[in-house]
C-alpha cells in the first residue's frame, strides 16, 4: 500500500476522470464517490481507515476536483452514472460503494442501471435529485425552463477568494461541523490559483444538469432494480433530510437505514466515529 494515494487519470465518455487510489490492490475494490461541489480528497480519512480491509478508491466527478470538465455544461445522473461504472470496471467489479448526497443519487441510478457492478451500497442522504422542479411530463416548458437556467451560467463569475484561508472559512461557514484539522487539506484541493487569489475547481455548471435528466418520480424504478444491499446513513440535524425521499424503504429491497445522531449532512466529517462504526457492521469488516 501506499502512504499517500496515488492520483490516476482514466477517460469516460472522453472526459478524463481523476481518481485516487490507496493502493493494497489484493484486497476487495471500494469506490468512494463524493457529492455536489465537492471533490476525490474529502474522502482521505475514510479511505485511511478502510485501507486495510479494501482497495479503496475516490474519484472526482466530472466537473469537478481535478476531472475534466463537458465542453457543453451538462452534468447529469447518467453521465455520472457511467463515470462510476467505468472507475468500477477499472478497480475490479463487483465493489462496495460509498457514496454522499449527489454521489449518493448517482450510486443509486448506477447500482439500478448495473447491478452486476456492485457488491453492496451505503449512501449519504442521497435519496433527492438536483433536477430543479416537479414536472414529470418533458415538453416545451420543461426544456424551456431548464434552457434558461442553464444559459443562465453564461454570465456568472467565480468568487475569487484572496487566500487559502478565506477559502477554509467559507467552508466552515458551510458546514460550522468540519475540524479544524482537515480544512486546510480540503480547501487546497478543492481550490485553485486565480488573478487575485483562489477560486473552487469545480466547473460552476455541474448544477446545470441536462436537457433529459432523470426526473424525481422516475428515481424509484431505478430503486428497484438494485440488487446489492444498501446502507442509507441519515444526519440526526441535517438540514437536508427535508430534500430527501419521504419512504426509500418503499423501493429499494431490504434497505438499512441508520440516523447519526448529532450529525448534519456531512455525516463523514460530522461523526467520523460513528460513520465508520455502521459502515463496518454493515460490511462486515
Known amino acids: 500500500m501506499t502512504a499517500e494515494p496515488v492520483q490516476r487519470f ?13 493502493g493494497n490492490e489484493s484486497a476487495p475494490p471500494l469506490v468512494l464517490v463524493h457529492g455536489g461541489r465537492d471533490h476525490a480528497r474529502s ?9 486495510d480491509d479494501f482497495h479503496v478508491v475516490a474519484f472526482d466527478l466530472r466537473g469537478h476536483g481535478d476531472s475534466g470538465w463537458t465542453p457543453g455544461g451538462n452534468y447529469g445522473l447518467p453521465d455520472n452514472a457511467l463515470d462510476l461504472v467505468r472507475v468500477i470496471e477499472t478497480v ?5 460503494v460509498v457514496a454522499h ?32 422542479g416537479e414536472v ?31 477559502a477554509e472559512q ?11 484539522s482537515i480544512l486546510p487539506g480540503l480547501a487546497s484541493y478543492a481550490s485553485k490559483p486565480a488573478d487575485g487569489g483562489y477560486i473552487w475547481k469545480y466547473d460552476l455548471w455541474v448544477n446545470g444538469r441536462t436537457s433529459m435528466e432523470v426526473r424525481r418520480s422516475e428515481l424509484p424504478a431505478f430503486w428497484e432494480a438494485i440488487t446489492c444491499p444498501v446502507l442509507l446513513l441519515l444526519g440526526g440535524e441535517s438540514a437536508s433530510r427535508r430534500r430527501q425521499h419521504p419512504a426509500p424503504e418503499n423501493h429499494i429491497a431490504g434497505l438499512r ?21 455502521e459502515v463496518r457492521g454493515f460490511l462486515g469488516v
Request: net charge negative; glycine share 6%; proline share 9%.
Open 10 to 22: 482514466l477517460e469516460s465518455q472522453r472526459v478524463p476522470i481523476a481518481v485516487w487510489d490507496w
Open 43 to 51: 474522502w482521505d480519512r475514510t479511505a485511511e481507515a478502510l485501507r
Open 92 to 96: 475490479g467489479s463487483p465493489a462496495t
Open 101 to 132: 448526497s449527489y454521489g449518493g443519487s448517482v450510486s443509486l441510478l448506477a447500482a439500478g442501471s448495473y447491478p452486476e457492478h456492485f457488491a453492496s451500497l451505503v449512501v449519504i442522504e442521497g435519496t433527492h435529485s438536483l433536477n430543479p
Open 136 to 166: 414529470d411530463r418533458v415538453g416545451p416548458a420543461w426544456v424551456r425552463r431548464w434552457g434558461d437556467r442553464l444559459r443562465s451560467f453564461e454570465t456568472q463569475e467565480p468568487r475569487v477568494y484572496p487566500d487559502l484561508e478565506a
Open 170 to 180: 467559507r467552508m466552515k461557514e458551510a458546514n460550522p461541523r468540519l475540524p479544524a
Open 257 to 277: 437505514t441508520v440516523e447519526i445522531p448529532d450529525a448534519g449532512h456531512w455525516i463523514h466529517h460530522d461523526q467520523p466515529a460513528a460513520f465508520l462504526r
